[in-house]
């Protein structure tokens, strides 16, 4: 079983390591300061201060290899990456490092079909076999898992009047409002071309209709701009279902929340 609170560097998440590592590499800057400062007051500095620097140092030296290591794992990733993509298209992509990674492995997860070309958001047919597997994780573990679903009210007209590129925009923005506030586990997924797709392991009812709110509120402060175009209000409706209280069969429990959209 995994332990929740074991705090491990190594097993930490990528945001999570830079985080630390940035943590540890503050440590001298904030010294640095402190040292001006007691400097600029006339203040002798204790003896303790050279104990102080000292852990400093190391602090910051741990810091810098741990943003190393980040950097060397980005750069074996971006070398594996480039040797799958046809080189006419890799010359192609923008230089920096970073932006070609991505723009490679939406190439990949294009072709494996696992992402929407349009959104880069998950597919649908990704959405089929995520969600099964998670329903049977969530069985054989006897832990609820939720799915919630979002459509663009009249996505049509969205569509007809500012074009396929904003519609497209309009969706992407959603998916980033989803996607702050999505645990390590959830799975955003374009399901539709109006609707979006969130499935939620370990949530409960409540704890699923909370995240809804919580997004509805997002949605309302968010300004939908893009160009000369701003679009005064995004109207969207949620449905959700949870398993096992609406059922255990993935078939089921669509059905259910596609009905509660209604």
Do not use: W
Request: hydrophobic share 40%; with cysteine.
């Amino acid at each position: 079983m995994k332990k929740e609170n074991q705090f491990s560097l190594v097993s930490q998440g990528l945001r999570h390591r830079i985080g630390i590592a940035i943590a540890l590499m503050s440590t001298i800057p904030l010294l640095i300061a402190g040292y001006i400062i007691l400097l600029y007051l006339g203040t002798k500095m204790p003896a303790q201060a050279s104990i102080l620097l000292l852990i400093a140092i190391v602090c910051s030296i741990l810091g810098i290899y741990l943003i190393g290591e980040i950097t060397s794992s980005i750069l074996r990733l971006h070398r594996l990456a480039r040797t799958m993509v046809n080189e006419d298209k890799f010359r192609k992509m923008d230089k920096d490092e970073l932006k070609q990674l991505n723009e490679v492995l939406k190439i990949m997860g294009g072709g494996l079909g696992i992402l929407d070309e349009e959104t880069g958001l998950h597919s649908r047919s990704f959405f089929e076999t995520a969600f099964h597997q998670e329903l049977k994780s969530s069985i054989s573990s006897q832990r609820p898992c939720g799915l919630a679903l979002l459509q663009i009210i009249d996505y049509a007209n969205y569509l007809k009047r500012y074009g396929r590129d904003i519609a497209n925009s309009l969706l992407i923005d959603l998916g980033q409002i989803l996607i702050g506030n999505l645990g390590e586990e959830d799975r955003l997924i374009r399901y539709e071309p109006d609707k979006l797709a969130v499935i939620l392991p370990g949530k409960t009812g409540s704890r699923t209709e909370s995240f809804i709110e919580n997004i509805k509120k997002r949605i309302e402060r968010y300004t939908f701009s893009y160009a000369k175009e701003i679009i005064r209000e995004v109207r969207v409706k949620f449905a959700f279902v949870v398993c096992p209280a609406d059922g255990t069969d993935s078939e089921q429990l669509l059905q259910k929340a596609r009905e509660r959209l209604k």
